[in-house]
Each structure stands twice: as C-alpha cells, then as structure tokens.
C-alpha cells in the first residue's frame, strides 16, 4: 500500500496550486471559494461548526446535555485540570468515568492537551515547534500535504476556504511533523487527525498532541509499510471470534482481510466513519483508556452489523459485505447507543497485549522481522503520564489571554503575590485617588480614529494563527 494512500480509494490528485507562500496560484488566505465552489451568502451552521456533509448535526444521532448538568461537569473538570496530577495518581478511575460521560465541549481541548500528555511534551520542547514551523520542510512532502489539505473535512467552517486560516494551521502542523520525524515523514491519514485536534485548540498544542497519538498511543501507524496497522487487524479478528462467533466466521467465508474495512477506522480514529457526537466522544475515551477503545467500536460495529443470521442474509458475496461495512446502520453509530456498547463490553490491555505478542510470533514466521521498530503502545493517559518525568510546574495552566488594564500601575511580573490584605487595600485607595473615573471603552468599536489609550500597542499582520498563549480557544 502507497503511503499516501489508505484502502478507501483516496488518490492524490495533481494539483497546481500551492498553498505556501513560495508557491504559484492565487493568495494564501484569500480565494474566495470554498474548495472550488462559490461561499454562498448565507449558510446554516450546525453546533460542531458543520455546514453539510455526512458529519453535520443530526439531532437523533446525539444526545442533549441538559445546561446545568454541562456546567457542573465543566466544574468538576476545572477542579481536576487544575490538580491533574494528584487526579491521575489516585483517582483515575473517576478521570476515566467522566470521560466516558463525555468532556464537556468548553474543555474538550485543554482536556485533550491533558489526556495525551502533550501539554508536558510541549513544556519539555519550549520553541521547538516554532523553529519547525519557520523551516521549510521536505519539498517531498511539503507538495503531498498541500494536495491533501482541501480533502479534510471541506464542510467544516474551519476548513471549508482554500488557503483559509484552517488550511493554513493545518499544513503548518502536517509540515511540523515531517520535519520533527523525518524517518516517518507524512501519512494521508494525519491529516484528518490533525484537523480535529485544530478544531478544538491551537497549532501548536495540536502538533504535541499529534505527536503523542502517533509516538505513543498508535506507534508505527503511520510509519511505512502499514506494519503496525495490519497487526492489529489481525489482532481485532481475533477478538471478533470470542465477542461475535458469526461475524468472524461470515468475514472468513468471505475471506475479507481485516485491513480492508479497519485501516480508515483505526488510522483516522473514527474521524471520517462515525456521526460527529460520536467521534467526538470516541476521542474522549481513546486519549484517557487508550487503543482498547478502537478495537472496541471496531468490535460494536461488526458485531450489530454482522452479527446474526438474519443481517447475513443480504451479504451474502463479498461485494456485498464491503457494502455493508461501508453504509453502517446509523443506529449502530448513535452517540448514546455506541458508548453504551462500548462500556459495556469487556476488553482489556492485557488481553490485547497477549494477543499482540501471538500475532507478532505468526508474523515473524510468516514474513520475518518488522522492517519498521516502533516503540511499545502506551495504554491511555495514565500509562503515559508515568513513563514521561514531569514536574508540577509541566503541569501548570497559563492563561490563554492575559489583559494589562491601560489604567493599572506597571508592576513587576516575577514578583510573588505575598503581599497583605492592608497592603492591597491601600494600593487600591491610591489608584481610586490618582486616576479619575473614565468611560469604558471598547476596544473592538469601529472607529476612524484609534483610542489614546491604545495608540502604542503596534498591530502587526500575521499569516499564522494566535499561539496556545495568546488565543483563548478553551473557555
């Protein structure tokens, strides 16, 4: 199999436009159209940011978080995310139940950052990613990756704009990446994975989360040769015999190989397979408990979908199969329904370890030696948050926006706050007393002339988006 391409018939298209600044066609940013088609004048937008497509809002394909519940939830993760160490260390258990009920959406990313272990990643390689992000990458790649970006989810307003800020991050992450692992260079199926990690935080926390789903969570996934990818197909049929006797059997008549209907699940993670809800909560789960909830929703679907005598009767060639695994009954993919499934249904590390080292030993007999050495899978956050050494200040949140007020007396940003309360009663009498009462202004109001107050700040033009310090993308 091609690297660039995955068993769905994804082909890369010539394509002569370039995207990056050194490259011919029309300005990076400003193309008015929308992956080829007009932008139409007014467009409904669905909660997910989903103008159309097979990933757009349904309202049966998700379920509705009643206000006060999401806020108590969003509570309780500020209250975890704040002491995720101690969190993780002793009270797991309770991180991974409320992934499993779903982090709430204003959290999601910071949450993800977490889980992944990106956020220490990121502390660990303080400026690398810029350094990246200002080299210019392999022309090799670098022409693949911009042929590939307008394919990732073009009803999404974030990537729906050729050459728009999405697609713009997008390849900036994707180039990361290949200069960051040379020896793994690009794979068609980042792509979508980077693009729903941007949809819910900056560039550069995406490209550490990146980072850790390929290094950590799926090693050799997307190396070359698909080695990892196909091991754990072998591995989800061996599952499939013990949870659907029948389901295993029919794909063995049929003699299906497990890469044709797993590869596109397992590389994008769900991504472009399920309703958006339900990728989303997938994720959820996948960054906390790790690879053991793919195999389980590899598992769920075959399983309502091939699971008895009766739902074989119309499959009956392997035409017909493929068919079916390609148009999944979308009550099998609804979001309550699936996690349901999911939780419900027993499959643990140890077990796939086992079957793991089964399938290795048949493979080396079979084919010799793994021609790419990927590094053991880590099973889920806390696997990962105790291999990686990390220091409470690793962990520290900084604030996605800080506000100087025009009007507050210039301090020192290393000083401790240990000052008193008196203290601070007397400063705040000496600030009432030297600057008089003023009108509030607002900032962002159109007008001709800029305000006094902000007339030093200098506004300098930037292709690239507001680093994770500068743009508040969680709350």
């Known amino acids: 199999m091609a690297r660039t391409e995955l068993s769905n018939g994804l082909n890369l298209r010539d394509n002569p436009e370039k995207l990056t600044e050194n490259g011919t066609g029309s300005s990076y940013g400003l193309d008015p159209e929308v992956n080829g088609n007009v932008v139409p004048g007014e467009t409904q937008v669905d909660k997910y940011g989903f103008t159309g497509g097979a990933q757009q809002y349904a309202g049966d394909s998700a379920e509705e978080v009643p206000t006060e519940v999401l806020r108590q939830r969003e509570a309780k993760w500020l209250e975890m995310l704040n002491s995720w160490d101690k969190w993780m260390a002793k009270r797991h258990k309770k991180v991974k139940e409320r992934c499993q009920k779903g982090i709430p959406p204003s959290l999601r990313g910071r949450a993800w950052l977490y889980l992944s272990g990106g956020k220490v990643k990121r502390e660990l390689n303080q400026g690398k990613f810029q350094k990246l992000d200002e080299e210019q990458g392999d022309p090799k790649w670098v022409d693949i990756i911009e042929r590939d970006l307008h394919r990732q989810f073009p009803f999404h307003e974030m990537f729906a704009a050729r050459g728009g800020h999405g697609q713009q991050d997008l390849f900036r992450v994707l180039k990361a990446y290949t200069l960051y692992r040379p020896d793994e260079g690009y794979c068609q199926a980042q792509a979508p994975v980077a693009a729903v990690l941007l949809m819910h935080m900056p560039a550069e926390d995406a490209f550490w989360v990146l980072v850790q789903i390929c290094e950590k969570y799926l090693p050799g996934y997307y190396s070359a040769g698909l080695e990892a990818i196909q091991l754990d197909g072998e591995i989800l049929y061996a599952l499939l015999q013990q949870v659907s006797s029948v389901a295993y ?37 996948f960054l906390c408990e790790g690879v053991k909830i793919l195999f389980k929703v590899g598992l769920v679907l075959l399983k309502c979908t091939l699971g008895s005598q009766q739902k074989l009767k119309d499959c009956q060639s392997l035409y017909e199969t493929m068919e079916l695994l390609r148009a999944i009954n979308p009550e099998y993919m609804q979001e309550s329904f699936l996690v349901h499934e999911i939780i419900e249904l027993t499959i643990s590390e140890t077990k796939i370890e086992k079957e793991h080292n089964a399938q290795l ?115």
């Not at 190989?257 to 789960?285: G, H, K, N, Q, Y």
């Not at 050495?373 to 604030?399: C, D, N, V, W, Y």
């Open 249 to 285: 059997r029919h794909l063995k008549k049929q003699k299906l190989e497990p890469t044709l209907c797993m590869t596109e699940w397992f590389m994008c993670i769900f991504s472009r397979t399920l309703p958006w809800a339900s990728v989303l909560r997938v994720w959820d789960m």
């Open 361 to 475: 030993r048949r493979w080396k007999e079979s084919h010799g030696d793994l021609h790419c050495k990927s590094p053991p899978r880590m099973h889920g956050a806390k696997a990962i948050m105790t291999s990686e050494p990390h220091s409470k200040q690793h962990l520290k949140q900084r604030p996605a926006i800080t506000v100087e007020s025009p009007l507050a007396p210039k301090t020192d940003v290393n000083e401790e706050n240990a000052a008193t309360r008196s203290r601070k009663t007397k400063d705040e009498d000496e600030m009432k007393t030297t600057f008089p009462s003023q009108e509030l202004i607002n900032p962002y109001a159109p007008s001709s002339d800029p305000s006094p107050l902000f007339e030093h700040i200098t506004l300098k033009g930037s292709k690239e988006s507001l680093s994770s310090l500068e743009q508040d993308t969680y709350l």
